[in-house]
């Protein structure tokens, strides 16, 4: 069981990145999805949620209007499309996998990270 997030980067103020989370071994089909985020030296921060048809998604405030999330169950994936991005975003970019977006008791599985760094 594992899940891999991949698409991070260097890319300037301003620019474009779209991060994948593949799922091996499990059937991302019946989970939600989060990615969360760490940037150097802060704790961890919840980005973003979306259902396990895709037919809801939740953003925080910080990233809102500028990161859309979308799944494709076919291909066991699920994407962050990251525009507009700006220097505080730069941090390691995690993606797991949870009962639903409503749920606190924690996601069930955890990928590894992809480090996503915004500079000029």
């Known amino acids: 069981v594992q899940l891999q997030a991949s698409g991070g980067g260097l890319v300037q103020p301003g620019g474009s990145l779209r991060l994948s989370c593949v799922a091996s071994?499990?059937?991302?089909?019946?989970?939600?999805i989060r990615w969360f985020r760490q940037a150097p030296g802060k704790g961890r921060e919840g980005v973003s949620c979306?259902?396990?048809?895709?037919?809801?998604?939740v953003y925080a405030d910080s990233v809102k209007g500028r990161l859309t999330i979308s799944r494709d169950n076919a291909k066991n994936t699920v994407y962050l499309q990251m525009n507009s991005l700006k220097p505080e975003d730069t941090a390691v970019y995690y993606c797991?996998?949870?009962?639903?977006?409503?749920?606190?008791?924690?996601?069930?599985?955890w990928g590894q990270g992809t480090l996503v760094t915004v500079s000029s």
């Open positions: 797991a996998a949870d009962l639903a977006c409503s749920s606190d008791s924690g996601p069930v599985y």
């Open positions: 071994g499990f059937t991302l089909d019946y989970y939600a």
């Open positions: 979306i259902t396990s048809m895709g037919d809801s998604n």
